[in-house]
């Protein structure tokens, strides 16, 4: 399949550990190749895998410019960049957006009860007992977004629905900046919410 060429933009997935942004990235990142669209996926816990970095507010924050300055890069040369991150700090976050021509900011606003139950990494559960300290929700800061494009609990939206709702954002703010492109929407429901 032909690659579209298309205006790069920025689709940054911030919330709570366990919120569901990681899961909603895949499968939009999955939608995306379907399109023949030019992408890249960076996940946050992928990238401190690979460039470890610690987690004072400091180094998260340090963490946060550095993928947005790397997905300003790829936004510049066309590229669509999924950002996955908590990136708990606004002013982080308005820094990514000031790098970048695209900047679809997705609050995956899934409450912090929720996330708890999830837990998919048990450090929730490390979190309370008192075996991790400084943890996002817990005994640090997460600063919601405050003009966030998208808002998604993932408590009451599906995964396609999800995914459905970005694509819909994706294409009107890329047709502003001068590329239109009509895309199917998902054939799943929008209302069933992910486990």
Known sequence: MDRQKRVGAVLWLTGLSGAGKTTIARALDQRLDELGVERELLDGDAIRNALPSGFTPAE??????????????????????ICAL????????????????????????????????????????????????GFTGIDAPYE??????????????????????????????TAMVGNPTELPTSTSSANNPMS
């Open 86 to 133: 908590i990136s708990p700090y606004a002013e982080a976050r308005e820094w990514v957006r000031r790098q970048c021509r695209t900047f679809v900011e997705i609050h995956v606003s899934t409450a912090l009860a929720e996330c708890e139950r999830r837990d998919p990494k048990g450090l929730y559960a490390a979190a309370r007992r008192g075996a991790i300290t």
């Open 144 to 173: 919601a977004p405050s003009r966030a494009e998208l808002h998604l609990d993932t408590a009451l939206v599906s995964v396609a629905g999800a995914v459905d709702r970005i694509l819909s954002e994706w294409t009107a703010r």
């Open 60 to 81: 998260r924050d340090q963490h946060v410019r550095r993928v947005g300055f790397l997905a300003s890069r790829l936004e510049a040369h066309g590229v669509t960049v």
